[in-house]
């Protein structure tokens, strides 16, 4: 069974409140699919994440080109790739990303993981930013199959979700 989590009208501030929420309750090895159209705030969103991880976020740029950059930062891997440039889902697996996937201790975001998703694992979270009709508010949508990972989204984005 599907969950889905809508939480909307989001700033940066917001963003990076949200960010420490999934790195205070997700476990230390995850895969989060990035979806969302150029610029909707993907690599933003990796970068909130990765300073919730204690990753300077200055180091983490669009991974457009090198297709995978990795950080460490306290014993946790944050792996970062981005789907755009990939041209099927054989070169992405080529990229080794399996094995990135069973990774204890690391999370693997992936932008665009839309482009890929025939080879994306069962227990992904997908992540979905819509951009609104303000310019500096985001939409975001959480989705999972996976019974486990759903727990635990309810729990992290409670006190997020509005009342009512
Ligand atoms: N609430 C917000 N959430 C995310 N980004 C925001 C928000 N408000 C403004 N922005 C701005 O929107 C831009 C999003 O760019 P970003 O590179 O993160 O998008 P992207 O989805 O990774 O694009 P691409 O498809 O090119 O990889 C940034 O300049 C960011 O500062
Ligand atoms: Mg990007």
Redesign the pocket.
């Known amino acids: 069974m599907n969950t889905t989590l809508l939480i909307e009208s989001?700033?940066?501030d917001?963003?990076q409140n949200l960010a420490n929420r999934l790195v205070m309750c997700f476990p230390s090895r995850l895969t989060i699919g990035l979806v969302?159209?150029?610029?909707?705030?993907?690599?933003?969103?990796v970068?909130a994440i990765s300073s919730a991880m204690g990753v300077d976020r200055s180091d983490v740029t669009?991974p457009?080109f090198t297709l995978l950059q990795s950080h460490c930062a306290g014993g946790q891997t944050l792996h970062h790739l981005?789907a755009?440039r990939v041209a099927d889902e054989d070169e992405f697996l080529e990229l080794g990303v399996e094995e990135l996937f069973d990774q204890e201790q690391a999370w693997t975001l992936i932008?665009?993981a839309d482009r890929v998703e025939g080879v994306m694992p069962d227990n992904v979270l997908w992540l979905e930013?819509q951009i609104e009709s303000h310019?500096?508010?985001?939409t975001v949508e959480f989705r999972t199959s996976d019974h486990e990972l759903s727990q635990v989204l309810k729990t992290a984005l409670r006190e997020m979700m509005p009342k009512g």
């Open positions: 989001l700033d940066l917001d963003l969302g159209t150029l610029g909707a705030g993907k690599t933003t969103l970068q669009s457009t981005d755009y932008e665009w930013i310019p500096d508010r985001r």
